[in-house]
């Protein structure tokens, strides 16, 4: 039974993986923000995956969902490697660990909060620490950049991210229980109108900020 289990956990992940990595090509026809931050949609998959099967998994589909993509569609080599499993793991362990200790509705927005935070703040310190060395940059003209770029950018990012993980979760796990891939779910929580709206509020903001910030629309 327990072998069958983690079968069936690996066959789950590895379908986690393979729609991050589609969610990472379609990120790849939205505008970037300062000609070179990407919005990556694959955290809010990982996310997904870390809700369902643990932070450790969360952590796994990430390294190989950033080394394929280095491998593949990136030109960022070893530092946009680097960069993307340290954004998306600081946005989705927080999350995934929370929910793993209170798997409610304000489980779920507690961890993806926690997650969305916690990316901001450990990017700002990356993007100081790291950035300089592999754009060729003074260091002075990266901290110019932390407030009026780097920051909106990861909390617009993040919000983004966040508010896909509250639409697709049930869509996604529904899914993998229907194929047998998770099981069912102890309880069936009534439908809310505000399980849906307010997400897709949410959603809508943090396009029109990132646009925004894309320069795609001035107010």
Not at 112 to 136: D, E, H
């Amino acid at each position: 039974m327990k072998q069958n289990q983690k079968i069936t956990k690996l066959a789950a992940a590895a379908m986690f993986a393979a729609l991050a990595f589609a969610a990472t090509l379609l990120g790849k026809f939205v505008p970037n923000v300062a000609g070179f931050l990407s919005y990556d949609p694959k955290d809010a998959v990982v996310v997904i995956a870390g809700f369902a099967l643990g932070p450790l998994a969360a952590a796994g589909i990430s390294l190989a969902v950033s080394l394929v993509e280095m491998l593949t569609v990136s030109g960022t080599g070893f530092w946009g490697f680097l960069m993307n499993v340290l954004s998306t793991c600081s946005f989705a362990l927080p999350a995934a660990w929370i929910y793993q200790k209170k798997r409610s509705r304000s489980g779920a927005l507690a961890g993806l909060v926690s997650g969305v935070l916690m990316m901001v703040i450990s990017m700002t310190l990356w993007n100081w620490l790291v950035t300089p060395l592999y754009m060729g940059v003074p260091r002075n003209v990266v901290a110019g950049m932390l407030l009026p770029v780097f920051i909106p950018f990861n909390a617009v990012k993040g919000s983004m991210n966040a508010a896909l993980t509250l639409l697709l979760y049930k869509p996604l796990v529904s899914a993998l229980r229907r194929i047998g891939w998770m099981p069912p779910a102890d309880s069936a929580p009534r439908f809310s109108w505000r399980t849906v709206l307010l997400p897709l509020l949410l959603l809508a903001v943090s396009v029109v900020c990132f646009l925004f910030l894309t320069g795609t629309i001035h107010f």
